[in-house]
């Protein structure tokens, strides 16, 4: 299986970094590994405290749940299929937007959670990372495939 490694966390922080502030944002930024764990993780200068256990734990939920956790926020809304489950695994489980799994062969390898914005900036932010991971998949690991972005997986091949 494929890992993710501090050399590539790193590269990923940077594109994520420079896409905040090309939003004018300060954003905190975690990387995690396919168990979760943090690999590396990032605060701008000015990025608010409290985003720091949020974007560490956006990306915990991206890989837990195996999904953006954007995906979760309307299954979680009131009468969703999911209400309350963010009150589950202490308190853990985020569902705003700004945490995506990175994808190899269909099989979740890492995440990125984003905290800085709205949902839909700690997204863009995000999603940055994720593309930059998919053009590093052309150029290096031919056993890396594919990237998660959104709901779908889209591929190299």
């Not at 009131?78 to 985020?94: A, C, D, E, K, M």
């Not at 937007?97 to 994808?103: D, E, N, Q, R, S």
């Not at 590093?136 to 990237?147: E, K, P, Q, R, V």
Request: net charge positive; no cysteine; aromatic share 4%.
């Amino acid at each position: 299986m494929v890992k993710l490694n501090l050399e590539t966390a790193k590269q990923l922080l940077a594109v994520a970094e420079q896409k905040a502030r090309q939003m004018g944002l300060s954003s905190d930024i975690a990387i995690v590994d396919e168990g979760a764990n943090l690999i590396a993780f990032h605060r701008m200068d000015n990025a608010k405290i409290a985003g720091i256990d949020i974007s560490m734990n956006k990306a915990w939920t991206s890989v837990a749940m195996q999904m953006p956790t954007a995906n979760l926020a309307q299954s979680a809304l009131p009468g969703g299929p999911s209400f309350g489950i963010n009150t589950t695994n202490q308190g853990r489980l985020v569902i705003l937007g700004g945490g995506i799994p990175f994808v190899s062969k269909d099989k979740v390898i890492g995440g990125i959670g984003v905290s800085g914005g709205t949902s839909a900036q700690d997204i863009e932010v995000a999603n940055a990372a994720v593309q930059a991971f998919k053009n590093l998949l052309g150029m290096g690991d031919a056993a890396i495939t594919s990237a998660r972005i959104g709901g779908s997986i889209y591929s190299n091949r």
